[in-house]
């Protein structure tokens, strides 16, 4: 299986209700806006760091975890994407689709890079535990 630099397994075997429910859990008590969803054997988790100037200069960003459960272990994609309104209730297509994972300007990609690396560490721990 091929990945992309943005891309990573972790070797579980953890139900992936499981995962996202505890790292959706971790995401806000760390003082993010999360909204999850989980069909099958994908899931989406979009996440956005509080704050009011981040609300004014990037209302509609989110950092979205793209997880799928493969023989493996869980495929984890990341990327910023744009914030979904009622992730909840937008239809499986929403959660395969690329459009979600867009580019955005360095400096966010810098601060991304290093947000992302914590929290893809903290997601490995919670599928290992």
Same mark, same amino acid.
Not at 15 to 20: A, C, Q, R, S, W
Not at 51 to 57: E, T, V
């Given at each position: 299986? +091929?990945? /992309?630099?943005?891309?990573?397994?972790?070797?579980?075997?953890?139900?992936?209700?499981?995962? *996202?429910?505890?790292?959706?859990?971790?995401?806000? +008590?760390?003082?993010?806006?999360?909204?999850?969803?989980?069909?099958?054997? $994908?899931?989406?988790?979009?996440? =956005?760091?509080?704050?009011?100037?981040?609300? &004014? %200069?990037?209302?509609?960003?989110?950092? /979205?975890?793209?997880?799928?459960?493969?023989?493996?272990? &869980?495929?984890?994609?990341?990327? &910023?994407?744009?914030? %979904? =309104?009622?992730?909840?209730?937008?239809?499986?297509?929403? &959660? $395969?689709?690329?459009?979600?994972?867009?580019?955005?300007?360095?400096?966010?990609? *810098?601060?991304?890079?290093?947000?992302?690396?914590?929290?893809?560490?903290?997601?490995?721990?919670?599928?290992? /535990?």
């Amino acid at each position: 299986m +091929q990945l /992309t630099s943005k891309e990573k397994i972790i070797n579980s075997n953890k139900d992936l209700n499981t995962i *996202v429910v505890q790292f959706s859990q971790y995401l806000q +008590q760390s003082g993010w806006k999360v909204q999850n969803r989980v069909e099958g054997n $994908v899931a989406i988790i979009q996440a =956005q760091e509080g704050g009011i100037l981040r609300d &004014i %200069i990037a209302a509609d960003r989110a950092l /979205t975890f793209r997880l799928e459960k493969v023989p493996e272990g &869980i495929k984890v994609h990341v990327g &910023i994407g744009k914030w %979904i =309104q009622n992730l909840a209730v937008t239809a499986i297509e929403a &959660i $395969v689709l690329s459009w979600l994972f867009l580019a955005v300007d360095v400096p966010e990609m *810098v601060w991304t890079e290093h947000v992302e690396s914590k929290l893809v560490k903290k997601l490995e721990e919670i599928a290992n /535990t």
